[in-house]
Each structure stands twice: as structure tokens, then as C-alpha cells.
């Protein structure tokens, strides 16, 4: 791909989910780890960006699968923190993303199962559409490309201009 077509792409993705970006939710985000050294917004934005770019190559609805991409994780507390979640983080999470997502904007209903169903089968909820299946699997891989340090999320966010609220967790 062109440099100039990856910043088409880029913008295409930002036009598309300014509003959610430009929230203090989204961007507070930035406050915590998730994977290894990444943020819950780097991972967010990782995923949400890498789906944008299957959708759109599946020719899928991309506006629903790149929210719920998005809004994946927005459960807005340190998940490494036992006493900021009594349950367990990874079955209750989608959960607390999907009430929190639902706040922030009216969600569809795809968009809602895909967050409530992108930790399938461990997270309860069974993906209901192609795009929800398709975040699972984004969503899996991109957690294994941070874990295993292979790539570098912040620079997506860097490169796409999102902002944390504030400064990025250490």
C-alpha cells in the first residue's frame, strides 16, 4: 500500500469515528495498560483500525464493525487492579464496555453484540453477525501482536492524531 493511500485510509477511518474519538470516555482510555505496555485506547484504536481495514476489503458494514471495534474494551477502569473489578476481568469486561458504550452513543444492535460477544466463548455473548465474528478474530490477533511485542500501537495513535485525555500511562 502507498503512503499516500494509507493516509487516505487514515482519514476515511477518522472521518468515520470522530465523534467517538474526540469523547473524553474514548480518550480516557489512555489511562491504563492492557496488554503488556499497551494502552486500553492503543489496543482499542489497533483493533478498531485493523477492522476498518477487513470490512472494507469483505465489503462488510464497516460503520458498525469499526464502533463496536472501537467501543470494544471501554469498561474505563485499571483491569489490573483487583479491587476496581470483584469479578473476572475477562469474562465481565464486555459487559462494562457495552454499558458504557451505550452511554457514550445509541448503539445498533450489532454494534452492541459486537462488543458484548468479542471474547467469545469466554466472554458469554455468541457473535450474531459477520462483523461481530470479525472483531473476535481482529481482536485476537492484535492482542497477540501487542503481547508478543511485534507491533506497536501507539503509533497508530500517533499517526491518526487521537489524543489520550490524559498523558499516556508509563
Not at 42 to 62: E, G, M, N, P, W
Not at 79 to 88: I, L, R, W
Not at 126 to 145: F, H, K, N
Request: contains cysteine; positive net charge; aromatic residues 6%.
Amino acid at each position: 500500500m502507498s503512503h499516500e493511500t494509507r493516509r487516505l485510509r487514515e482519514r476515511e477511518f477518522v472521518d468515520l469515528t470522530r465523534e467517538l474519538l474526540n469523547s473524553d470516555q474514548v480518550r480516557m482510555m489512555g489511562r491504563w495498560k492492557h496488554h503488556g505496555p499497551v494502552t486500553t485506547l492503543d489496543h482499542s484504536l489497533f483493533v478498531a483500525f485493523s477492522t476498518y481495514r477487513v470490512a472494507r476489503l469483505l465489503r462488510l458494514d464497516v460503520r458498525s464493525a469499526v464502533r463496536g471495534a472501537l467501543l470494544h474494551d471501554l469498561y474505563l477502569y485499571d483491569s489490573h487492579d483487583k479491587t476496581a473489578h470483584p469479578g473476572n476481568q475477562c469474562f465481565d469486561h464486555p459487559r462494562f464496555a457495552a454499558r458504557n458504550a451505550a452511554t457514550l452513543t445509541p448503539l445498533t444492535p450489532k454494534e452492541r453484540n459486537i462488543i458484548l460477544s468479542h471474547m467469545w466463548p469466554l466472554g458469554g455473548a455468541l457473535p450474531r453477525s459477520l462483523e461481530a465474528w470479525m472483531v473476535d478474530l481482529v481482536d485476537t490477533i492484535c492482542a497477540g501482536l501487542e503481547m508478543s511485542r511485534i507491533c506497536r500501537p501507539s503509533r497508530l495513535r500517533e499517526r491518526l492524531g487521537v489524543r489520550p485525555l490524559v498523558p499516556v500511562c508509563q
